[in-house]
């Protein structure tokens, strides 16, 4: 069987699609512009891979100043630890054995804390740590307002510290507290004032906890839409935001201070009549649970869906348009964490040429 091989150095028009290209210089403007902000900041940075799966970025989160990483699953941790990644935080709950028995394996090569919102839970990895002889970190989950994971404020979560606190094989290390819910209010003063009022009774815990002699030293969480607020008007040591690297078409508006330096190439595939237009880029290429991904380059068009493998989309004005069979079109997404993760590899390019090929190593790390 033949297969297509891409070169360093080609122009990424060359490329066979569908194909993630990344703008090198604005990845890097981006990485580097989040991380110039929180220079000056108590907080610092623990960026969320599952926005771009790769150790590659990764390394240049933590070059740029970031103190580790969180992950939403095991796996993810897994493939991040192999890659010599040492401070992991998984911000969600590992319940039952598979994932129990995998994450008493993985604390013994890294720096690993997980989150907790359940004291069965706490018991499970207790037994589990104590058996291997192993030490893991455990952030207490408390729900602000997301109403996903967490336990309330005030007196549960000072209940659930103390068994964390008493618990053998576990250490305490704080809370995780994700104010997700308010990351894509509109109006910037709307959701800082939003975000603020949700922290309020994690600020009363926080006292809460301390008066009772526990020592919560990291609180977890924070997301791109927040980040400014959240880590400087908020009591988050760290801030967790991972969509900044690429953006995309729904974060854009929120945060028109970084570029979006992700893209989906796609070919046209056919142009039956003058206004339809259709390309190989369908649900298998791009995500639509947030809207559709517009079609960037200067071409104005409607989406009109996405099937399985293509685009079809109606043009405006389909008399200035001259696509045909074989040009190449890119799209923004509207979701870049679940586009990525439809893809094996990053193309990363300067002015639209090829510099390197970044594989997405945790791609598919749902476990």
């Known amino acids: 069987m033949m297969t297509y091989e891409a070169e360093i150095g ?120 104590r058996e291997k002889g192993v030490t893991l970190g455990v952030l207490v989950e408390v729900d602000i307002g997301m109403q996903r994971c967490g336990v309330q404020p005030g007196d549960e979560t000072l209940a659930l510290a103390r068994a964390v606190e008493a618990a053998e094989g576990l250490v305490f290390q704080g809370l995780q507290a994700y104010e997700g819910h308010l990351v894509l209010v509109d109006d910037p003063a709307q959701r800082a004032a939003q975000v603020k009022e949700a922290f309020a009774p994690l600020e009363e815990t926080l006292t809460l906890l301390r008066r009772e002699g526990l020592q919560p030293d990291i609180v977890s969480g924070g997301g791109t839409g927040t980040y400014d607020v959240a880590g400087a008007q908020t009591p988050l040591t760290e801030i967790q935001a991972g969509s900044y690297v690429f953006m995309d078409a729904t974060y854009q508006p929120i945060r028109p201070e970084f570029q979006t330096s992700l893209q989906v190439l796609s070919t046209v595939v056919s142009r039956p009549v003058p206004e339809r237009l259709v390309t190989d880029a369908g649900l298998k290429s791009m995500t639509s649970e947030f809207g559709w991904p517009p079609l960037i380059g200067g071409w104005e068009a409607e989406m009109n869906y996405l099937s399985e493998e293509h685009a079809v989309l109606t043009l405006d004005e389909p008399g200035k348009v001259d696509l045909q069979g074989g040009d190449k079109v890119r799209f923004l997404p509207s979701h870049v964490c679940t586009t990525v993760n439809l893809h094996d590899d990053f193309y990363v390019h300067r002015d639209g040429v090829l510099i390197d090929i970044w594989p997405i190593a945790a791609r598919g790390c749902a476990q």
Request: aromatic fraction near 2%; hydrophobic fraction near 45%; include cysteine.
């Open 10 to 129: 080609m122009a990424v028009e060359g490329l066979d699609t569908p194909a993630l290209l990344v703008d090198f210089d604005l990845l890097r403007q981006n990485i580097n512009r989040l991380a110039e902000h929180f220079a000056s900041l108590p907080a610092v940075l623990r960026p969320h891979i599952k926005t771009h799966k790769c150790p590659q970025i990764a390394n240049l989160q933590i070059g740029a100043g970031a103190v580790g990483i969180t992950c939403a699953k095991v796996s993810e941790a897994e493939v991040f630890a192999d890659a010599g990644i040492n401070d992991i935080l998984i911000a969600n709950q590992v319940t039952g054995g598979a994932k129990i028995d995998r994450v008493t394996d993985l604390a013994r090569r890294c720096d690993l804390m997980v989150a907790v919102d359940d004291p069965d839970n706490v018991s499970d990895l207790s037994r589990v740590c």
